[in-house]
């Protein structure tokens, strides 16, 4: 079935370093894919999402690149900050179903040092 | 505008009760899905609605569990009898149609604790 494996946390960096969260997915089909961030306390925000192969999401800084070829979706942000602190979700949208459900992966936490 | 919303925010029942949770999707959205959030199982579906479809109830973990989707926008979530593995945090989300194209939008989330 549909999955994603998503890069155990948790992720500490200090203020303006670099920052890759490692996505990969298995999936039937041709699924759009999604980074969500939870902030503390807060629910579920969508960051970025991309629909097809190649196709590059961005928003506040970070990236992440939907690669058909290795099947990934790796987030990227090039200097992070105190305030990105928070738990990244990769989610697949499943099309094989009809419902177009998400399948998560585990989270990643990322805690920013000043 | 307004975004989904939950209700309650937080619930604390004893072992055996049953608990209803409430959703209100964004206007216009004719998709709903119910996941849930917990320590063990991560994020998992639960439940479908779209339009007058039949749901999608194949994320159900047991038959305590149900839902129902009323003139296609409120939904509630009830589950029976409730045990302590049922504690978790339940999410809805909604989004303008079910496809790829469309992100769902997610709801602050009703913590339940079962005790």
Redesign the interface.
Known sequence: GNSVTQMEGPVTLSEEAFLTINCTYTATG???L?W?VQYPG?????LL?A?KADDKGSNKGFEATYRKETTSFHLEKGSVQVSDSAVY?C?L?D?T???????????TRLKVLA | GAGVSQSPSNKVTEKGKDVELRCDPISGHTALYWYRQSLGQGLEFLIYFQGNSAPDKSGLPSDRFSAERTGGSVSTLTIQRTQQEDSAVYLCASSLAAGGQYEQYFGPGTRLTVT
């Open positions: 041709y699924p759009s999604f969500y807060e629910g579920l925000q969508l999402k629909t979700f989610a949208s099309p179903s009809g419902t177009y459900k998400y399948i998560f992966g585990t989270g």
